[in-house]
């Protein structure tokens, strides 16, 4: 159990335009989501933390213009990159939480297997 | 910022132990203690978790003292694929990742 999956896993596109992608958790509800960005050969960098039925809460530094982020039910949480450019090329990783945790623990964190953007 | 300090990186042989400290100073009384394995190009994967004391399961141990100011994770009898990036972690909300420890084995 506790799956979190993401779509696509890869994408290429053309600078300027926008990429949707996809994170999912199968077989639970959460009511939060967070989402990574991972440059080669660095740690995950939280971008943001994505509540279900509410605005997201970004971190310092990111812009959210530029980073759209939707979590529309309790199963799906969406990031677009928008006027994506060759910098925001980056392993985007989402984790979420299961709807039925009390807390006191970071476990019921599961973590999606990432989606690898490529900005030509 | 991160709140836990790792080695950046360590080399061991299959077959031995190895064993990975992080130093966690100000854990809070509600911080649990969570180990993450990431190999390339995939998402963190969960090894084990604690609060205090001993606890294992099947793929490790993780040892914490009283204090918990820091953390042992032990892998025990290691194979090549087990060389990825180690992510000690505390807290029970985000998470915010460290840079990690990138262990090497060889054969």
């Known amino acids: 159990g506790a799956v979190v999956s993401q779509h696509p896993s890869w994408v290429i596109c053309k600078s300027g335009t926008s990429v949707k992608i996809e994170c999912r958790s199968l077989?639970?509800?959460?009511?939060?989501m967070f989402w990574y960005r991972q440059f080669p050969k660095q740690s995950l960098m939280l971008m943001a933390t994505s509540n279900e039925g509410s605005k997201a809460t970004y971190e310092q530094g990111v812009e959210k213009d530029k980073f759209l982020i939707n979590h529309a039910s309790l199963t799906l949480s969406t990031l677009t990159v928008t006027s994506a450019h060759p910098e925001d090329s980056s392993f985007y990783i989402c984790?979420?939480?299961?709807?039925?945790?009390?807390?006191?623990?970071?476990?019921?964190?599961?973590f999606g297997p990432g989606t690898r953007l490529t900005v030509l | 910022l991160a709140k836990t300090t790792q080695p950046i990186s360590m080399d061991s042989y299959e077959g031995q132990e190895v064993n990975i400290t992080c130093s966690h100073n100000?854990?809070?009384?509600?911080?649990?203690i969570t180990w993450y394995q990431q190999f390339p190009s995939q998402g963190p994967r969960f090894i084990i978790q604690?609060?205090?004391t001993k606890v294992t399961n099947e793929v490790a141990s993780l040892f914490i003292p009283a204090d918990r100011k820091s953390s042992t994770l032990s892998l025990p009898r290691v194979s090549l694929s087990d060389t990825a990036v180690y992510y000690c972690?505390?807290?029970?909300?985000?998470?915010?990742f460290g840079k990690g420890t990138r262990l090497h084995i060889l054969p």
């Open positions: 100000n854990i809070a009384t509600n911080d649990y």
């Open positions: 972690l505390q807290g029970d909300d985000k998470i915010i």
């Open positions: 984790s979420a939480r299961d709807r039925r945790s009390r807390g006191g623990g970071v476990n019921e964190q599961f």
């Open positions: 077989d639970f509800q959460a009511t939060t």
């Open positions: 604690g609060y205090k």
